[in-house]
């Protein structure tokens, strides 16, 4: 099924260099994909695409693993069927870094390619998203000057994005995160230029995700619609979003983990729909300590999410109104509408603890974080471009007793 989404572009969100002047509301912006295809089969259309855009030879950004067990074939297959001409490009990390977009740049130089296929995770997303700006942007060779909100004048390289993850929704976000390995840490960058001018969102393309790599990617998606809705930035158009996404999230992911059609067509659809969302409005800190874990011990996103979350809920509880009992209620908690405040709120974090334990992920951080890095960690969590979206004030302090807390 093909879905043509109309363009909003009525929200300004700046997400600043230094950190202070983000969600500095003008008017609400909105921005998605040109166009979005959704359904089994639905990489298939990437051949229509390019034929309508005229685009001749693909860079196709994958990473090892995925070349390995076929599921990058499946593309290049829809390729060689049209006669269409590739580079591939496997030079990509969980974690991507700085050097991986720098090979990724020459390599397309060299390839003679005109546009990009990412093909994975946030990991193969990301990196093609931060080649494809270098490209037409070459003032930003530096890759760490695209950090934050980069001013660059050129929309990227056309990037057809095809995720096999149900989680990131990096496939239909203006947000992409490269690692500084020399500095440990991840930077995050925010740049309207660089979306995806067409995502392919096919269920099949995700049946061979492992039941571990489901379920952390599952979390993320649930982090994603869970602090979209109680950003600061945070309004009307992407509650509707956030909440839709919270509900079949919730409904869906342990089907997923247990690798059934149901399950995986929904988190499909709903990691997206998160997407849509927080991509315009922003996250907050249980990003912002996730960040940071990934960048220094390379823990997997999702699960550095779904960890933190929880206990990041009880901290914001204060500062969110009468949001939870819609959180509760998306997630199937019965009988909200006759709960106390206090007795919501406990409602909403006990579902998503519930709903992390059910598809295995881990209760605390005991097993990954040190406890002298703490203070390393904390202050990059505070620096991070995600916490000034946090619904509540926050310091390095209060940061660092939530990180002591979990371990």
Known sequence: MRTEIVINKYFDKCAAINFEEVFVK?????????????GAGAIKEIATEVKARGFKKAF???DPDLVKFGVTQKVIDVLAENNMDYELYSNIKPNPTIENVQAGVETFKAAGTDYLIAIGGGSSMDTAKAIG?????????????????????????????VPTTAGTAAEVTINYVITDAEKNRKMVCVDPHDIP?????????????????????????????????????????????HLKAIEIISRSLRGAVDNTPEGREGMALGQYIAGMGFSNVGLGIVHSMAHPLGALYDTPHGIANAIILPTVMEYNAEATGEKYRDIAKAMGVHGTENMSQDEYRKAAVDAVRQLSSDVGIPADLKDIVKKEDIP????????????????????????????????
């Not at 003008?26 to 959704?38: D, G, K, V």
């Not at 492992?210 to 600061?232: V, W």
């Open 60 to 62: 196709i950004c994958s």
């Open 133 to 161: 700006i270098v490209i037409n942007n070459p003032e930003f060779a530096d890759i760490r000057s695209l950090e934050g909100t980069a001013a660059t004048k050129n929309k990227s390289v056309p990037v057809l994005a």
């Open 376 to 407: 390393f960690l904390a202050q990059s969590a505070y620096d991070d471009a995600c916490r000034p979206g946090n619904p509540k004030e926050t310091s390095v302090e209060d940061i660092t007793k939530l990180y002591e807390s979990l371990v």
């Open 197 to 241: 001018v067409v995502a392919f969102i096919d269920p099949e393309m995700m049946s061979s995700m492992p039941k571990g790599l489901t379920a952390a990617t599952g979390m993320d998606a649930l982090t994603h619609a869970i602090e979209g809705y109680i950003t600061a930035g945070a309004w009307e158009l992407s509650d509707m979003f």
């Open 26 to 38: 003008m008017a609400n912006r909105f921005i998605l994909n040109e166009t979005s295809y959704h």
